[in-house]
């Protein structure tokens, strides 16, 4: 049986999903408007693997036959200052999703909510991929510096994403 405590963080977590899908479609905004079209790609296809992640929280509730309850989202950061800037950004957002998963599994475990804890490991292992591609990005903009040759091939590589 799944508990209300565990109910509620599930929901919050939607919530946080949606949220990153938000943060990167702001992200993606601004890099239109920065002329960095493949960067403004690789946040759109993040912010779409976002959505996939509340989506499946969501059937775990429905095939739990929990209910999903919907929070507000919060109005994303619009402006930015430059693409390490962003990327920066992105890699302390995920991992303060990395903690929130994180203190789902331990209330799974606390509760030996043996179906929670299946689920969340897919998470987990999940937030190692997400915290590790916005940390190559990262490390590539600090070793290019502000160089806007390499900053172009950067944001071509990131097109094919
Ligand atoms: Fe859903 O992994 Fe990013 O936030």
Do not use: C
């Not at 929280?57 to 989202?73: K, N, P, Q, S, T």
């Not at 969340?120 to 490390?139: F, H, P, R």
């Amino acid at each position: 049986m799944i508990t209300q405590k565990m109910i509620t963080l599930v929901n919050e977590q939607i919530k946080a999903e949606y949220e990153s899908a938000y943060i990167y479609l702001s992200m993606s905004a601004y890099f239109q408007e920065s002329n960095l079209k493949g960067m403004a790609h690789w946040m759109k296809k993040q912010a779409q693997e976002e959505v996939e992640h509340a989506e499946k929280f969501m059937e775990y509730l429905y095939d739990r036959g929990a209910r999903v309850e919907l929070l507000e989202i919060a109005k994303p950061a619009k402006d930015f200052d430059g693409p390490l800037a962003v990327f920066k950004e992105a890699l302390k957002h995920e991992q303060y999703v990395t903690a929130r998963i994180n203190k789902m599994m331990d209330l799974a475990k606390e509760e030996k909510d043996y179906a929670s804890q299946s689920l969340l490991t897919w998470y987990v292992d999940e937030q190692v991929e997400e915290e590790a591609n916005a940390d190559e990005i990262v490390k590539k903009l600090e070793f290019v510096g502000g160089s806007n040759s390499s900053i172009y091939l950067l944001d071509k590589e990131l097109a094919q994403r």
